[in-house]
C-alpha cells in the first residue's frame, strides 16, 4: 500500500530553522514529481516547494531564499530545508508524490501533515 509519511515539524523562534523529511513507500518515488504545500488556520493549501524527477526545482516566491527541496532517491524520502523561519510559515506542512502513468494518467498520494510553528 502506497505510504507517503512526514516528518521533522515543531516550533521553532524566528530566525530559526527545521528540515522535514517525507518518507516514501510502495512509489516509484525515483521516476515521479514531488512537492511541499502547506495550510495554514482559515487559509487554502498552498505551494510551498516542488521537484521534477530530473531534480529540478520550483518554489513560491515566499520562501525562495530561504527553504530548499531536495530528495534522495536512494532513500525514497523528500526533504524540506527550511531556514529564517517567520511566523507567517506557521502552518501544517503536507509532502505529494504525483505518479504518472504512461497513459498519461497520474495519481497524487498525500501525506497527513506535519505541524511547524514559529512564535517567540
Known amino acids: 500500500q502506497e505510504q507517503v509519511v512526514e516528518s521533522g515539524g515543531g516550533e521553532v523562534q524566528p530566525g530559526g530553522s527545521l528540515r522535514l523529511s517525507c518518507q516514501v513507500s510502495a512509489i516509484l518515488f525515483s521516476s515521479n514529481d514531488a512537492g511541499w504545500f502547506r495550510q495554514a488556520p482559515g487559509r487554502q493549501r498552498e505551494k510551498v516547494a516542488l521537484?521534477?524527477?530530473?531534480?529540478?526545482?520550483d518554489y513560491a516566491d515566499s520562501v525562495k531564499g530561504r527553504f530548499t527541496i531536495s530528495r534522495d532517491n536512494i532513500k525514497d524520502t523528500l526533504y524540506l530545508e527550511m531556514s529564517s523561519l517567520k511566523p507567517e510559515d506557521t502552518a501544517v506542512y503536507y509532502c505529494?508524490?504525483?505518479?504518472?502513468?504512461?497513459?498519461?494518467?497520474?495519481?497524487?498520494?498525500w501525506g497527513q501533515g506535519t505541524q511547524v510553528t514559529v512564535a517567540s
Open positions: 505529494k508524490v504525483t505518479e504518472t502513468y504512461t497513459n498519461g494518467e497520474a495519481l497524487e498520494f
Open positions: 521537484i521534477t524527477s530530473t531534480g529540478s526545482t
